[in-house]
């Protein structure tokens, strides 16, 4: 049955909330719902603590279900020693009554069968952490946590929206319109029978007006969000203005409060992992003698940089884009050509940059420069135009002075890991290189179709934690 027509607004959101939060919204009562929200700032923030009362009962809803009504009643309305109830018992009454219907609505559902909140419809490459649902492709999902450790998961709710997170994550299922991102990234898709779709960080709320949008989040309280195609709005818990975000745009979330609308920047494991390594009995670094290593961006780069990963992109637009440069020194090779074998091994790790849900695999291609001259570079002053090998394309070089020794695939969704090549044309390069300093040159070589797309990284000779690109032979 449709809620009345009421004269006060909060009345009719809250009937409208039950009905969503028990599947039985219509398409008019939807747009109705949509429209109140959106009027006012009051009703906006009524409406996300509805939700959350309802999210709350639902997940504690469990220690309810198989106790007597007379347990559950208790709990929804205590009462005082000494205080008769009709002191205040109209206004008692009609507050605990939402409640209570909640509270016993949850109960029931939780003994009975029920529609699921979503289901798990892919996942690749994926490594589960401690998540309460159930992680199996094809499961039906209820309110709960999902833990990705690593790779991609895709979600379908009720009502259509797609959901991608991207290890590691931790997303909560609170309703099938509403979810929680506590950290890590996720993609969505939201067609219009969705929209309202609602997703929240830890100190902001993101509500759908029919979108492709991308958040990234962190524990502390650190997000941002990018509107690939569509309309979203976005609060902080902190109140102040609402943000209307459109296709192109993002904003930042901070503990304190939105950033203002920006224009989209070009960004927000392991076939070939090093194995066998027992079998090389000698290795450099690009740490060692006069190694080094570098990566370089496009001009107009004007954000993420890292000094301690170096950083890949093929990136559809110009800015944005990354090769990495090495250097071995080779000189401590006494026997060059007695080298039998050879393994350059990188060591991968997530960059926070960009989705891997938008990247698809990863192919990346390894050239050594076969200009002596241009072995002489410093990362300090090595620039996009001035690299070895220079081609303006990021998923090239130039081969009238560099040749392929090697590429490796990273399946989409992985980010770290060592990644390796290994084979005659390393090895022939190590072998014939003149002056002793081999010139190595990293691209990704396959481009991403969209600028927000993922940035691979690797560690370089400063990385805390991992070892520099390192080379063995035999």
């Given amino acids: 049955m449709t809620p009345e027509p009421t004269d006060n607004p909060a009345d009719e959101l809250l009937a409208l909330c039950d009905r969503l939060c028990d599947g039985t919204l219509s398409i008019d009562e939807r747009a109705r719902l949509e429209a109140l929200v959106l009027s006012d700032a009051a009703l906006r923030r009524l409406y996300v603590e509805r939700l959350h009362l309802h999210a709350h009962l ?3 809803s469990a220690r309810f279900s198989e106790a007597p009504l007379p347990t559950v009643m208790r709990h929804v309305m205590p009462t005082k020693a000494g205080r008769p109830w009709r002191i205040a018992f109209p206004r008692r009454v009609q507050a605990a009554a939402v409640v209570l219907l909640v509270i016993l609505g949850a109960w029931w559902f939780s003994s009975t069968p029920s529609h699921p909140l979503a289901h798990l419809v892919e996942a690749r490459n994926a490594r589960w952490a401690s998540s309460t649902l159930p992680t199996e492709p094809g499961s039906a999902l209820a309110a ?38 506590q950290s890590g990234s996720l993609v969505a898709h939201v067609p219009p029978l969705a929209r309202g779709f609602t997703v929240l960080t830890q100190d902001a709320t993101l509500i759908d007006h029919g979108t492709d949008f991308g958040i990234n989040a962190d524990r502390d309280g650190h997000a941002s969000v990018r509107v690939l195609k569509g309309e979203i709005e976005l609060r902080h818990n902190q109140g102040g203005p609402a943000l209307r975000l459109l296709t192109e745009q993002m904003a930042a979330i901070t503990p304190e409060g939105l950033q203002p609308v920006m224009a989209l920047a070009g960004e927000p494991g392991t076939q070939h992992q090093a194995n066998g390594e027992a079998a ?29 990963l170096l950083l890949l992109k093929n990136a559809p637009n110009h800015v944005f884009q990354r090769k990495a440069i090495l250097r071995f020194d080779l000189s401590s090779i006494k026997s060059p050509q007695a080298v039998q074998d050879a393994q350059l091994t990188l060591q991968f790790e997530a960059t926070g940059y960009g989705f891997a849900a938008l990247g698809g695999d990863a192919r990346f291609v390894v050239y050594a ?47 770290r890991g060592p990644m390796s090549i290994s084979g005659s044309a390393l090895v022939e390069r190590i072998r014939n290189d003149a002056n002793r300093l081999l010139t190595l040159i990293v691209v990704r070589e396959n481009p991403l179709e969209q600028s927000v797309g993922v940035v691979h990284g690797f560690a370089g000779n400063h990385h805390p934690t991992l070892p520099p690109p390192t080379l063995r032979f035999r």
């Fill in 58 to 60: 639902w997940q504690n």
């Fill in 144 to 181: 709960g946590r999902l833990s990705l450790a690593e790779g991609l998961a895709r979600l379908r709710f009720r009502d259509g929206a797609e959901v991608t997170i991207e290890g590691p994550a931790e997303l909560e299922l609170i309703t099938y319109q509403l979810c929680r991102l």
């Fill in 280 to 308: 090389f009995t000698q290795e450099l670094t690009t740490a060692s003698g006069r190694g080094a290593a570098a990566y370089v961006s496009s001009p107009g780069t004007d954000r993420h940089f890292s000094d301690t």
């Fill in 369 to 415: 420069v076969t200009d002596d001259a241009q072995d002489d570079w410093s990362p300090d002053s090595l620039t996009w135009a001035t690299m070895p090998a220079f081609s303006d394309n990021a998923g090239r070089v130039d081969e009238t002075k560099a040749i392929r020794i090697g590429e490796f695939t990273m399946p989409q969704g992985v980010l």
